[in-house]
């Protein structure tokens, strides 16, 4: 279908209806606890139970405070800190032996080593006085107590680069510790609802809810591939289903995290589907977030470009650019923008959209 079309029809005729694109333009107790989430993600990616994640959050709790204190009894001889999640305890490491039964009698672990947590923040500084020599291959560096060295990442098979600029920037070569890492690190954009976002760097659209790997929109958006709304490379659409429907589906890369949650901050908490008359609201790359009521439903549009069935009717005020974006009801949601005319806007529902794409939404 021919955006430049929906454009025309959108902009020209008031009552007509037309799918609205554009063209290019800390850690705290079980009774303090401050994020409630924190519990159930500690269970599932460190695989604790929920006693054993609360009693963590309590002696890392603890480990910190003392961490502060010993710090500053140690002074110069205090050669960094870490917990150990093993027993539970506090591990520092001192460069005076004669100072190891003070740690001791705090109750943290000791361990004697070669390097003071002040020469080691005084390598990385050197480090990054020297930043512009460091040859490509070297993905960042930076101090791990845990043994007690600088750690400088390179990628896998380029140890060879790491010599020449340690060499410039005069620092100690035992104080760094060098390991290959997986691949170079790459900034991270959310994924979130009613953002913006570009289609084979011309038409814009809206982002209507995160699934897992990418995001649900409008069908007629696409298909093709998909630049942010910061014009970084987002990934492609894998379906494109308009006209009958009105949803895509687009995949994002690496690059791109999707979030459950609307770009005014809202969460999405699931997709119960709000009843005729219920408040709902929508948030979109051109009108942003504004709210109406919900209409009539199974509602048949008939677009210049092709019909569409099964949509939702709605008094919400939307213009173009917002094609895709999201329609909730409180923290439900309820489908992606699809078109409208001056009087009714349709969102397409997400519940099908999700059934034929094999996605689930990413909840915030």
């Given at each position: 279908?021919?955006?430049?079309?929906?454009?025309?029809?959108?902009?020209?005729?008031?009552?007509?209806?037309?799918?609205?694109?554009?063209?290019?333009p800390a850690a705290a107790s079980s009774d303090t606890l401050l994020n409630?989430?924190?519990?159930?993600?500690?269970?599932?990616?460190?695989?604790?139970?929920?006693?054993?994640?609360?009693?963590?959050?309590?002696?890392?709790?603890?480990?910190g405070a003392l961490e502060q204190k010993l710090a500053s009894a140690l002074a110069g001889s205090f050669g960094g800190a870490s917990y150990n999640e093993a027993t539970g305890k506090l591990r520092v490491g001192v460069t005076d032996a004669a100072k190891l039964g003070q740690v001791l009698a705090s109750g943290a672990e000791a361990e004697l080593v070669r390097f003071s947590a002040?020469?080691?923040?005084s390598t990385v500084d050197k480090l990054n006085a020297g930043e512009r020599a460091a040859d490509g291959a070297i993905t960042g560096?930076?101090?791990?107590?845990?043994?007690?060295?600088?750690?400088?990442?390179?990628?896998?098979?380029?140890?060879?680069?790491?010599?020449?600029?340690?060499?410039?920037?005069?620092?100690?070569?035992?104080?760094?510790?060098?390991?290959?890492?997986?691949?170079?690190?790459?900034?991270?954009?959310?994924?979130?609802?009613?953002?913006?976002?570009y289609i084979n760097n011309s038409s814009r659209c809206s982002i209507g809810f995160s699934v897992n790997g990418g995001f649900l929109t409008a069908g007629h958006c696409g298909p093709g591939t998909v630049t942010g709304s910061n014009r970084v490379a987002m990934g492609s659409f894998a379906r494109a289903s308009f006209p009958g429907n009105d949803y895509g589906h687009v995949r994002v890369n690496s690059n791109w995290v999707p979030r459950g949650i609307i770009n005014n901050g809202t969460r999405v908490s699931g997709s119960s589907e709000a009843a005729t008359g219920a408040s709902i609201c929508k948030s979109g790359s051109t009108t942003g977030w504004t709210c109406g009521?919900?209409?009539?439903?199974?509602?048949?549009?008939?677009?210049?470009?092709?019909?569409?069935?099964?949509?939702?009717?709605?008094?919400?005020?939307?213009?173009?650019?917002?094609?895709?974006?999201?329609?909730?009801?409180?923290?439900?949601?309820?489908g992606m923008l699809s078109g409208g005319n001056s009087s009714v806007t349709y969102f397409f529902p997400v519940r099908p959209a999700l059934s034929a794409t094999g996605t689930s939404l990413v909840l915030g």
């Open positions: 279908m021919k955006i430049t079309k929906l454009l025309g029809v959108a902009a020209t005729t008031a009552l007509a209806t037309g799918a609205l694109v554009t063209g290019t409630a989430e924190m519990v159930p993600a500690l269970q599932r990616d460190l695989g604790l139970t929920a006693g054993q994640a609360l009693a963590r959050l309590q002696s890392e709790t603890a480990a002040a020469q080691l923040d560096w930076g101090v791990d107590t845990k043994t007690n060295r600088v750690t400088l990442n390179v990628l896998p098979g380029k140890s060879g680069t790491v010599d020449s600029f340690l060499e410039k920037t005069g620092v100690d070569k035992t104080a760094v510790s060098v390991v290959e890492t997986a691949g170079a690190p790459t900034l991270k954009y959310d994924v979130r609802g009613g953002d913006a976002y009521t919900v209409g009539a439903k199974n509602q048949t549009v008939r677009y210049a470009e092709g019909t569409v069935y099964g949509m939702t009717a709605t008094n919400v005020r939307s213009q173009a650019g917002d094609s895709g974006g999201s329609f909730i009801a409180g923290n439900q949601a309820q």
